[in-house]
């Protein structure tokens, strides 16, 4: 089962999916809450992706994953999910093929050692933590991208939904947004070094965005074996969203821009059709992903 599985990924190519239209590029207004019907209830994870090249760039460096399922039953199976987002830098096709290599291995390691052994029969009798393993499938996905990338560097974003827990990984500035309540907060923190000049108070959050170094990483996957990978364990959401997107979506859509369209649409690929939209109406001068996973509950 294993191996069908990977070989099934690893034998396709990043399927991007057809550009957005971006025709009308007018993001909603907070005020059009009134005109969308009210949420409906879900019974199980729902998740959707949206991606442009945006309006500046030739190609798409970015990267994005998502996979989850769920079971009904007498004993059902336990609900998963797996996604991804990584967005890939170092010129000639190598910032995309660093993205692609690191989202093939993260997700393998991932299956293999979490998911797959969460629906085995016999329960093994020493089994790490959710949280190491998570580690080592993103150790992993640094070694794969050092020997097999040419140079390419990558951000990588990591939300594994498993037994009732949500893990996250990341190494990198994209980013992992909780939308509860229509309020959204920050799961991850920016491994650039504008925002590293924040954290030891030299400049402010908004002289970050406008800085020189934005986009200059100290930490990437595929710089080198001295990764920081950060991981966080959460109990798994009831109600809300999660919203993983490279910095192409959150350097140019105001975080209450990002919370008021998660919320205005049911569907998670509208939602993130819509972000996108957004991000290129700003400007548009990076790639832009967004993955929008929306969690059962009242």
């Not at 390419?152 to 827990?165: D, H, R, S, W, Y």
């Not at 030891?200 to 990483?217: C, D, Y």
């Amino acid at each position: 089962m294993l191996k069908r599985i990977i070989g099934w990924f690893r034998g396709r190519d990043e399927d991007q999916g057809p550009e957005p239209d971006l025709a009308d590029t007018a993001p909603l207004s907070p005020d059009n809450l009134d005109q969308i019907p009210g949420a409906k209830i879900r019974e199980s994870l729902e998740a959707g992706s949206a991606q442009s090249v945006g309006l500046e760039r030739e190609n798409n460096e970015d990267s994005v994953f998502v996979m989850y399922g769920t079971s009904y039953g007498e004993e059902p199976l336990p609900e998963f999910g797996l996604f991804c987002v990584a967005d890939g830098a170092g010129g000639l096709g190598h910032g995309e093929l660093a993205s692609s290599i690191a989202l093939k291995a993260v997700v393998s390691s991932l299956m293999e050692n979490a998911v797959l052994k969460a629906l085995q029969l016999d329960e093994a009798d020493t089994v790490p933590s959710i949280e190491d393993i998570a580690r080592q499938a993103m150790e992993h996905a640094n070694e794969e991208v050092i020997e097999s990338a040419n140079g390419g560097v990558t951000t990588l974003t990591v939300a594994m939904i498993l037994n009732g827990q949500m893990v996250i990984g990341h190494v990198g500035d994209s980013r992992a947004y909780l939308v509860e309540n229509g309020k959204p907060r920050v799961l991850t923190r920016d491994h650039s070094y504008s925002w590293r000049l924040v954290e030891i108070g030299q400049i402010t959050p908004e002289e970050a965005m406008e800085h020189p170094k934005r986009n200059q990483l100290w930490n990437a996957v595929g710089q080198g074996n001295n990764l920081v990978i950060e991981v966080d364990t959460y109990p798994q959401p009831h109600g809300g969203y999660l919203l993983l997107c490279s910095d192409g979506l959150w350097g140019e859509v105001p975080e209450n821009e990002l919370s008021s369209v998660v919320t205005l649409y049911e569907e998670p690929n509208e939602a993130c059709e819509e972000l996108v939209r957004a991000a290129n109406a700003a400007g548009g001068p990076d790639n832009i992903t967004a993955l929008l996973v929306a969690f059962p509950g009242i």
